[in-house]
């Protein structure tokens, strides 16, 4: 499935496609407010889609509100350290604002809480590094090998490349010259925040740590960095990645409800957020 194009919409940018079915408005410029809201909208209807998401700061959201947005997930100090971080959607299908396994995703946030506090076997003494440009088509091989498909074109060495040059650090798990496991950091250095994302791990090497040990590698290099808040954007029926953000001292934020298309279908995603202590 191809992924959704990414372009911006006067000085914003924004992801839209029929892959992930919305229109989702990635970084706003305040310059753009108020006239986006009625752009992304006519964007949605024009092409059929049903969901607007939108990610905004606290100074934004009353004229998303005022078009019907909902509040879905609240980040504290995601903005600069200063005020909180929206996501908010607005579905012109009331039937994709009800979550499909509600009784599997209330688990799942039941069991993160209750494991928080408990450490995982640690079965690999594997090193963590810092990939580099010479790593993409690792990369993009590892991905496409995990991922039957993705919101974003990972599988695709040149995106690879051209996200290590902007915003985006990946880190990895080498076993026997092979890249085992991967993750990254996709860094909003306006914001002074990071996305931890992009995590996956080759089936013959899960059960062994990868992602908790990438997180907690990625969560070290950040305090080094002049950044506030980390948060990460988790499949919401995954006890694994669930788990191991309870275990890394992120707080669960709220869930996008049928927001992101991941191998082949219209999942509901949990938000989870960290203050950097020494901020």
């Known amino acids: 499935m191809q992924p959704d194009e990414i372009i911006h919409f006067d000085k914003s940018i924004i992801q839209h496609g029929p892959a992930n079915d919305r229109v989702y408005l990635m970084k706003l410029d305040p310059a753009d407010l108020p006239e986006i809201t009625n752009d992304i909208y006519n964007l949605a209807k024009q092409n059929g889609y049903t969901k607007l998401f939108a990610k905004v700061p606290a100074q934004a959201i009353s004229h ?57 076997k640690q079965t690999s003494n594997s090193e963590i590094i810092r990939l580099s440009l010479e790593n993409a088509d690792d990369l993009a091989a590892l991905y496409g090998e995990v991922f039957e498909s993705y919101p974003f074109p990972v599988n695709d060495p040149a995106f690879i490349r051209k996200s290590m040059l902007s915003n985006t650090t990946f880190f990895g798990i080498m076993t026997d010259d092979r890249l085992m496991a991967a993750a990254s950091m996709e860094i909003d250095a306006e914001w002074q925040c990071s996305e931890m994302t992009d995590f996956a791990t080759l089936p013959e090497y899960r059960g062994k740590g990868a992602a908790g040990k990438l997180l907690l590698a990625m969560d070290h290099a950040a305090e080094a960095l002049p950044l506030n808040t980390l948060f990460t954007i988790a499949r919401a029926e995954s006890f694994g990645m669930n788990i191991v953000f309870a275990r890394a001292g992120y707080t669960f934020c709220g869930t996008l409800h049928n927001n992101t298309q991941i191998a082949g279908k219209l999942e509901s995603m949990n938000v989870w957020h960290k203050q950097i202590i020494s901020r």
Request: hydrophobic share 40%.
């Open 64 to 120: 998303f509100a005022a078009l019907g947005f909902v509040n879905e997930a609240r980040v504290p100090f995601m903005h600069k350290g200063e005020s909180a971080g929206y996501f908010m959607s607005k579905y012109l299908d009331q039937s994709r604002a009800i979550p499909q396994n509600l009784e599997r995703i209330s688990k799942v946030l039941e069991l993160a809480d209750q494991k928080a506090d408990t450490q995982p």
